[in-house]
């Protein structure tokens, strides 16, 4: 019931750093948790990132901690993803997805069963 559009995908050495935005549609954005996932080629789709409406209790995977910040303004309705430090195995289609019903306190919101809406996806290359 929400719609995603994902942008600042794009080519990128390794080390560098790009930042990726989520605009959502809705007057209720304020009240979804958001988060990132990828996907590599051949691999299934994995957690990268989640935030809780109010901006709280962000949390990222291990393999990207240190190296990404999520965030949001739900003013503007998006959400970003801003990646540093980049590696080769980053290189993946990285997807926005919104849970806008059914909010819980007992999700960790870290499974792509527990999101309802997801963007169209967009490119993240990573060259050694």
């Known amino acids: 019931q929400v719609q995603l559009v994902e942008s600042g995908g794009g080519l990128v050495q390794a080390g560098g750093s790009l930042r990726l935005s989520c605009a959502a549609s809705?007057?209720?954005?304020?009240?979804?948790?958001m988060g990132w996932f990828r996907q590599a080629p051949g691999k299934e789709r994995e957690f990268v990132a989640t935030i809780r409406p109010s901006g709280g209790r962000p949390y990222l995977a291990n393999s990207v901690e240190g190296r990404f910040t999520i965030s949001r303004d739900n003013a503007k309705n998006t959400v970003s993803l801003q990646m540093s430090s980049l590696k080769p195995e980053d290189t993946a289609v990285y997807y926005c997805?919104?849970?806008?019903?059914?909010?819980?306190?007992?999700?960790?919101?870290?499974?792509?069963?527990?999101?309802?809406?997801w963007g169209q996806g967009t490119q993240v290359t990573v060259s050694s």
């Open positions: 997805a919104a849970r806008s019903i059914a909010y819980s306190l007992n999700y960790y919101y870290r499974e792509v069963k527990e999101y309802d809406s």
């Open positions: 809705g007057r209720t954005f304020g009240n979804y948790p």
